[in-house]
């Protein structure tokens, strides 16, 4: 299997709880290495930026309003599979569709406070990934 590198984004509902380091410890009890991570305040451009593929969704104002409601620490995830070994972690979008022992069953609190985001593919894994980080920030 390849190595690769995943974006994944600890959002403000788990900020608030202060329990990134018990996301971080499921992340790296799964063979995932944050080879970069960086803990900061979306402004509401860089939200709107980021989602924008969800732009024409009836949720995307609400998400833009809460992504920014608190701090969200940016990581680089690296292992084999990343991508989808950390979409497999994080589980389902929806907590309520997701299974034991993922970070979304343990910690989401519904389908938008859902603790986590994760790339969904290599192809925007990278673009994701160059949204918050340089090369030379990303140390593996
Ligand atoms: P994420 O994986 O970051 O991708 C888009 C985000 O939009 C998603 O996680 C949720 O935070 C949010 N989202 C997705 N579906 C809904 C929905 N039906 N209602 C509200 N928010 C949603």
Do not use: C
């Amino acid at each position: 299997m390849a190595i690769e590198r995943t974006l994944s984004i600890i959002k403000p509902d788990a900020t608030e709880r202060n329990i990134t380091g018990k996301i971080n410890a499921l992340f790296e009890g799964a063979g995932l290495r944050i080879v970069a991570q960086r803990r900061l305040r979306l402004s509401r451009e860089q939200a709107e930026t980021f989602y924008e593929v969800h732009k024409e969704r009836s949720f995307f104002g609400e998400l833009v309003d809460y992504m920014i409601s608190a701090p969200v620490v940016a990581q680089v995830l690296q292992g084999e599979n990343a991508v989808a070994h950390h979409r497999e972690i994080m589980g389902a979008t929806n907590p309520a569709q997701a299974a034991e022992g993922t970070v979304r069953k343990e910690f989401a609190l519904n389908v938008q406070e859902n603790s986590v985001h994760g790339s969904d593919s290599v192809e925007n894994a990278a673009k994701e990934i160059s949204f918050f980080f340089s090369d030379a920030e990303i140390v593996g």
